[in-house]
Each structure stands twice: as structure tokens, then as C-alpha cells.
């Protein structure tokens, strides 16, 4: 199941990543989140910056957590479900989609269901799919690295 | 990298945006002049004759009517096209209650700038054009109103602002451009140079089609192929120095733009008090490349079109940016491309402007012959005689007033684009050597001496570049004996500059107290303006007498003329060293030449005077005139919102 079809999961575990990595950027949660939802692809395009006269010249666009999240949980969690679906020998997708929901839960964190050779595994394919993606969609690395981190630190809480 | 100086107010002289912004002005008047009058005096067939010259003048008044026409509506089109709505915008939920948080605290930084709130600017908001994204903003408008443009990017920078400085920086920035009175500028010069390339092509087809109509017209009558051959190096040699005029128009105009920004950094930096916020705006140069190119060129082009864009960039990059932010006196170092300009210009104007001395005294003798024609058919009775004669008096006396009253003008205006430029950034220079002694000072004997030959070598390009030959024109010179007259005009800005560094160093090097030293700055500069006259009238008439007998020989038969003119030369200079030495008699006799004294305790100062100078006797600070303004407090930042733990439903 691509992650594309369970904006739920997403949105939930973005704006967890969020409120805890950057919470000053709440404010533009909304906004950015539908227009991630609104044209994947596009979402990354960087606009031309312009030389314009009485203004301050050409700057990088800000770096924001929000405006790398999406793109980089994207992959992680279609990843990451089809990893939990694999360990649980479930054929069906909904028990992981539950598992990966819990796991960016504040309050009911999922059974521990990897074990530390596993979570190795995984911690080290969520890593390359971070930098990959950074990569590719010409996304800043450390941001990128920042996510996945996130994303292994609650993998690594809920191990066996 | 660090500066080795106690950081000096880069504000005690205007600045150097004001010099360029003034050889702008300068040029587009100039070259829309001498451009029209060549085109009309031409298609009326009346060339050198007053109706010309009046038309040419109107086409020149017609630009820069129709550039403050456009000046005047640029901010409300800007608005309309862009979209740009009134600032907050509506929004709701937490972004609604931020923004409002964003304005209150834009507002509360205003209170910190009186000047500036003073002339209330509106803030507008931009999120849905090319580049809204970046942490920018764009000050603009005209006369009474002015905005500010602030970007969905720098509303992120603003969230980001406790763990970045890039918000406070990005925005005072704006703000110091509304504090150097640079947007009212910057607009007209803007609007100036749109109303300006067009009206110039126009006229240099107009040209055009005037030379290929006079050679038609000569091969109608001579039956051959000949005036062809005569017409191409005039047709050629037009285009070639009227699009070298407009290509120095359109440097000079990106100049004006660029030179701004030092200056709006140098505001932001003094108001935040360090420069270290603009490190993460400067961080890194642009990655867009310099040239959209679609095809590859060759090597020779790439370098022509990558120098042409470096000249014409709107902002400084950001490593001259960040060095003169780290070292603000880096604003007080004269500029040798502002020497060859202003150069430039003061011999593009006077060249154009003889030609008009020449329509004045035409158009007078004509009215004078008139009049006494028109007395001679008179009965002659003793009244009538009286009355003609009293004519006559108040006709010549017109006659001479008119024509001494534009030969100060034209050279007012050949003197002023170096007293104003060149003269100050000079006097600036010296005062920064002065007060902050540095291994390389800005003014030497050698640095003189290179802006004197830049200011002669600007001057005899821009006799030659202009498109219709006029008396400066140095037609027929060969290439030596153009490095005679650059020669020529780099003694006569040579022995100017010797004795404004002299009495710079001896007026700003004992200014104590508060008070910025303007008024010193004023009379020095009004003297060496009076100064300048008596050499450059000299220099002109020996510049017009070696260009004449060099083309036209015949014209001009005395002997030894060489030596008439150097004498006169020579003459010319006594005659400045006289006004500086009135000058500095002037200056002693007020007291600006003593010794200073403490403005507290009135105890003779010793030593130099730097910006951490005290007194010896009562310890009071000597110099707070050369401080930078102090900084503002900012405004606290406002309280994040506690975050909801459900995430917001889709």
C-alpha cells in the first residue's frame, strides 16, 4: 500500500514530527500539509529567487522541518508498513497501518514487535531512504537525516 | 575575518548611491540633449539654431516628466499586478493569531524608528508570486507613501526567528532603505531608465534614417555611388557610441541600485548593533547562473556577457556584502569607476553644452542686428534716439549676462558631477584615514593620482563618445595625442585633489563633540567647487584650442599657440591656488584650523582624535560624532502557542 493512499497515517505522523521537532511551525502545518496533498510532485520545486530592486537580494528559502517532512515520512512510512506487515506475516495491511498509527501516538505506543537486528536493518534502509530522497528531490541532508532520525528513535522505543 | 577599526558611521557623508544617483541624472539628461538635438536639429534642418535646441530640451523635460509620471503610479501597479494583499492577511486558527503576533511586533519595532515611522510606512503581503517562498522583502513607493512588501518566506523566517537572526536582519534591511531616503530615488531611477532606452532607440533610428536620407539625397544629385562610401563610418560610428551611451546608462542606472544596498545593510547593522545576523543571509552566493544561455557561445562572448552582468547585477554579491558589514569604513574608500564616470559625464555635458553657448550667442547677435535694423528705419528725433539707444544697452546687456550666465552654468554643470562624486568620496576618504590610521590609507599620492587620470581619462571618453560631433569632440586626434588631453585633464583634477586632501586632513582631523562636522563638509565643498572654475574654464578653452588647431588648423593662425594656452593654463591654477588660499584663511579665521578644545572642560585636546578619543583632563568622550547610530531593542518575541496533540483532520 503506497502511503499516498493513507493520508490519515501521514498527516498523524507528521504532525507529531512536527510538534516535536519544530513546534514554532504549527502555524503553517495546514497550509503546507494540503499543499503536499495537492501536488506531491510539485511540492518540492524550488522557485527562482529574484534580484529585486530594494530588497534584499537572493536568499535560500528558509529551512523548515515542514517543508522537508512530507516528502521524506512519505517513503519511510510506505517503507515502515511494508516492513511491520512483513514481521507480522499479515497479509493484510490494516493491523500494520495501526501499529505504524500508534507508533507516532503520544499516548498508546504500539507492542514491540522488532528486535534489535531487525531494527538495525530498518534503522539503516529509513536512513538511505531519507538521504535518497533529499537527494533526489534536492532537499537539504541533515533536515532529512533529522526526520529519519525522529522516525528510528520511536522505532527504537518500541523494540523487543 | 575581523576588523582591525573601530567601526565608523558610514552616514557622515552622503553617500556614494547619492554621487551615482546624480552622474544618472547627469547622463540621461545629456545623451537624451545632445541625442534629440542632433535628430531635430537635423529633421528641421535648422541645426545649431534655437528652435532645436528648445525641442531638444522639451524631449529631455518630456522624459523625465513621463518617468516621475510613472513614479507616481509604481506602487499602486505593483500592487494591483502582483496581487499583493494589505498586511495581516486573513487567516484563521493559529496562523490567523501568528500573523496578528508578527504584526503587532513589526509595529513594535517601527516605535523604534522614529524617522521611519514617521513617514508610516503600509505593509503589504505576498504568498502567491515566483519567489514569495524566500525571506524577502521589497521596500517601495513614492512621495508620501511608502510600503514595504513582506513574503510568505519571510513570515517562516519570522516563526523561525528565536533560533535565527535572518527575520530582524531581512527586515531592518527594508526598513534602512525607508531610513536612507533611497526608495523615492530608486523608483525614479528605475522608472527613468524604462522611459529613457526606448526614447534613445527612437532617436538613434531617427538618426539613422536622417544620415541614409542625406546620403540618398547626395546620390541623387552627385549621380554616383560615392556618399555611400563617405556616409557608412558615420552611420557606423553613430550607432557605435549611442549604444555605448545607453549600455553606460544602463551600468550606471544597476550602479545607483547596487550601492544602495551597502548602505541599507550598514543601517540594519548599526541598529542591531553587530553584523553577525547577516552571516546566515549572506551565508552562501546564489547557485542561479549569471547568464540564461540556450546555446553555448564562445568563450570570448561568455566573457563580455558575464562582465556586462556583473556590472549590471542589482545587488552586491554577498562576499563584498559581508566585508563591508565586518568593516563599515570600507564605504568611505573612493571608487575609481565613480572617477571615470563622473569624468565621463563632465565631458559629455560640456561638450553638449558649448553647443548651446554657440545657439545663445547666434540667437542674441540675431536679435541685436534686428533691432538696429529696425532703428535704422526709424525717423530719427532725439527721443527716439534716446529710447533705441536705451534698447540697444539693456539688448547688450542682456547679451552678456545670458552668455556669462551659461557659461557658469555649463561649466557649473561640467564642474559638479566631480565636486559632487569624486570631491566628496574624497573628502570622506581623507577623513576616515584621519580618524582610523590604516597600513593602506585610502589617500595617497599614487591613489590620487590614479583618480585623477581616471576623472582625465573619463573626461576625453566622453568628448569622443558623443554621437554628433560638437567642438570637444577631439575630431581628427590621433591616438597620442589623446593621451595628451587625458593628460591634460588628469593635471587639471590632479592639482585640484592636492590641496582638498590637505585641507580635509587639517578641517576633520580636530572635530570634537556631537555634532556632525556638515557644516565644514558644505564649505569645502563650495570651495573647492569655486576652486575647480578658473582651471577648468582654462583647461576647456586650451582643450577646444589644441582639439581645433590639431583638426582645423587654418581656424586658428597664431603663432605659438602651444604656449598661449599652457600659459593660460598656468594662469588658471594660480589663480585656484588663490581661491584655496582665501579658502584657508576663511577656514582659519573661524577657527576650524586651531587646535580643538574639550567640549566639557575647554582644555587644549592632544593627539589625534579616533573614535575612542577622551580627554586627557576631564575624560569626556571627543568624537561621539563619528560613532554608528546606536542600536534599537527589539521588541520581545511573542509566546508560541501551546501545540494540540491531535493533529489538525484533513
Known sequence: ?160 | MLSEHDPINPFLFPSETNARYLLLIVAIAGITLILADGVIGGVLLTEGYLPALVAALGVTAGVFMRARHLARRDAQRRIHDRQWQAFPPSAEGEKGRSLQAMNRYLLGILEQLPSVQASQPQFVWDEVNEGSDRPTGIAFGYGQRKYICLRQGLYNAFLKARQSPLFNAVLLHELGHLENQDVDQTILALTLGKTFFPVALVLLGLLNLHVVGSVLKRIAVQGSLQPVLEGLPTIFSINLKTIVLILLVDILLSSVLRVREYYADARARAWLGQPSAFFEVFATESSQPATASAAPRPLWQQKILSGYHRLTLKHPTHQQRITALLDPIELYRPSREVALLSGLLSGLVLNSGVHFIGVGAVELNTLVSRMNQFAQGLESSVVTLLLLRLILTAITLLFLVTFLAIVVLLLGLGVLPVIATVGLQIQAATLSDRVTPRAKPYVTRPQLALLALMLGLGFVLGCVLVPVPKTFSLLGVSPIGLVGFVMLWAITFGLWLLPLVALAQRLYSNHVGEQNPHHKRRFLTRLSAGALLPSFLTSTIAHVGFSVSTFAPETISIQGLGLILISLMGLGFGLQGVIWLIGWGLANQVGWLRSPQCPQCHVAVTGRISPRATCSACGAALSDWLHLPRPITLPPLPTPEPVATAAPPL
Open chain 1, 1 to 160: 500500500m503506497a502511503i499516498a493512499d493513507d493520508k490519515t497515517l501521514l498527516n498523524e505522523a507528521a504532525y507529531r514530527l512536527v510538534s516535536e521537532l519544530a513546534p514554532e511551525e504549527i502555524p503553517i502545518y495546514v497550509e503546507t500539509r494540503d499543499q503536499y496533498f495537492a501536488d506531491p510532485e510539485g511540492f518540492t520545486r524550488t522557485s527562482q529567487g529574484e534580484d529585486e530592486v530594494l530588497g534584499i537580494g537572493e536568499v535560500f528559502a528558509v529551512k523548515t522541518i515542514i517543508k522537508i517532512v512530507f516528502p521524506i515520512l512519505s517513503p519511510i512510512l510506505t517503507y515502515l508498513l511494508e516492513a511491520v506487515t512483513e514481521t507480522v506475516q499479515e497479509e493484510l495491511g490494516d493491523e500494520a497501518s495501526t501499529w505504524v498509527k500508534q507508533l507516532f501516538s503520544p499516548d498508546q505506543p504500539p507492542q514491540p514487535i522488532f528486535n534489535q537486528a531487525e531494527l538495525e536493518v530498518i534503522a539503516a534502509t529509513i536512513r538511505d531512504i531519507a538521504l535518497t530522497e533529499a537527494d533526489r528531490l534536492k532537499l537539504d541532508p541533515v533536515q532529512a537525516r533529522t526526520v529519519s532520525d525522529a522516525v528510528i528513535a520511536r522505532l527504537a522505543l518500541a523494540k523487543q
